[in-house]
């Protein structure tokens, strides 16, 4: 069965850092393209950044230059890595994963930042 499992949200002051990592289990496969989006309450789900599986990124033009994503390979595990952190980034964030076709979600960490 496959599962990506996320780990490293918490709370956090404004202007604060915070690195998400998400890793893949129950499959040898690399997967295609994985990104990372974020829920705030209240609101829709919305995308954060994305990698390819060959390591083109993108990013929503509110997390450029704060935010940074990156992935091993080898372990199967996609990164996020949050800096200034703003109490607008307070949200749940997911992990999301595209192997044959079929879209991966984990579970969501939380993450709050403190003003």
């Known amino acids: 069965q496959v599962q990506l499992v996320e780990s490293g949200g918490g709370l956090v002051q404004a202007g604060g850092s915070l690195r998400l990592s998400c890793a893949a289990s129950?499959?040898?496969?690399?997967?295609?393209?994985m990104g990372w989006y974020r829920q705030a309450p209240g609101k829709q789900r919305e995308s954060v950044a994305s990698i390819s599986s060959g390591s083109m990124t993108n990013y929503a033009d509110y997390v450029k230059g704060r935010f940074t994503i990156s992935r091993d390979h080898a372990k199967n595990t996609v990164y996020l890595q949050m800096n200034s952190l703003k109490p607008d980034d307070t949200a749940v964030y997911y992990c999301?994963?595209?192997?044959?076709?079929?879209?991966?979600w984990g579970q969501g960490t939380q993450v709050t930042v403190s003003s």
């Open positions: 999301n994963g595209n192997l044959f076709r079929t879209d991966y």
């Open positions: 129950g499959t040898i496969f690399s997967f295609n393209a």
